[in-house]
């Protein structure tokens, strides 16, 4: 396993001892912490909000995607060619994917096996603790791999298999979220103005995010139910229609 020392620690202890000894900590001093994360949870609670909106947006892309490419087969006999669209809409779905899992999380719209939790509330409290603590290791590995495969994918130059291409310029632009102000002026001298085919980095991007932000709602999630002592994920109810069993009753009372 490679795990490279950053800030003069592993990486590992970065991502999985810090947060599970804070745990411990929110367990140790559940009262005294809680006025002091609220802030914080609040501004989490904008991330997932604002994370769900962009997977919104990705999901309106495909369909514009999609209604792109009928009209250019529609006039096709002009000339219209809308390469790569299929490959476009892939990518889109892929970030609408990854995009909205931590405010899905939140909103309860995962899949969860809850017989167990039906016990008594000191074994729902403890074992959606040992869940969530479980849920957040994973999460957390799956976002440092996803995040590595960005940087070899752009290291080894690997490109999509497909015929979509990409402005150069937008490479460029991307580029600079991850290098230092001081190379973007040789960033953009080396820049051409042609497309050229897809990076498989770039549509990793949303993967990453995603990932990422997952495993934040998840260590997010395990420390407000320590805390607090309340489940946090909310799961959203769906009310059955009633009107067969009012229209039963009617019969009934009219017999």
Known sequence: MDWKPFIGL??????????????????????????LLKPIWKILDGVYTASGVLAACCMIGILVIIIAGMIVRWF?????QFKGSTDYAGYAMAATSFFALAHALNRGSHIRVSILLNINNFTRMWINVFALFVA?????????????????????????QGIDQV??????????????????????????????????????????????LLAIALWDNLYR???????????????????????????????
């Open 10 to 35: 592993p990486l590992w202890v970065w991502l999985f001892l810090f947060p599970s000894l804070f745990a411990i900590v929110c367990l140790l001093l559940r009262g005294k912490l809680q006025g």
């Open 76 to 80: 096709g006999f002009l000339g219209w």
């Open 136 to 160: 957040a290791i994973t999460a957390t590995y799956f976002a440092r791999y996803a995040i590595k495969t960005n940087f070899m994918s752009e290291m080894i130059n690997d490109r999509t």
């Open 167 to 212: 402005p150069e310029k937008l490479l460029t632009i991307v580029k600079m979220f991850g290098s230092s102000p001081a190379q973007w002026s040789a960033m953009w001298d080396a820049a051409g103005t042609e497309w050229v085919y897809t990076p498989m980095w770039l549509p990793q991007i949303p993967m990453s995010i995603g990932a990422t």
């Open 225 to 255: 139910l320590i805390v607090t002592g309340e489940n946090p994920i909310g799961a959203e109810t769906v009310e059955g229609d009633t009107s067969g069993d009012k229209s039963n009753k009617q019969m009934e009372s009219a017999s």
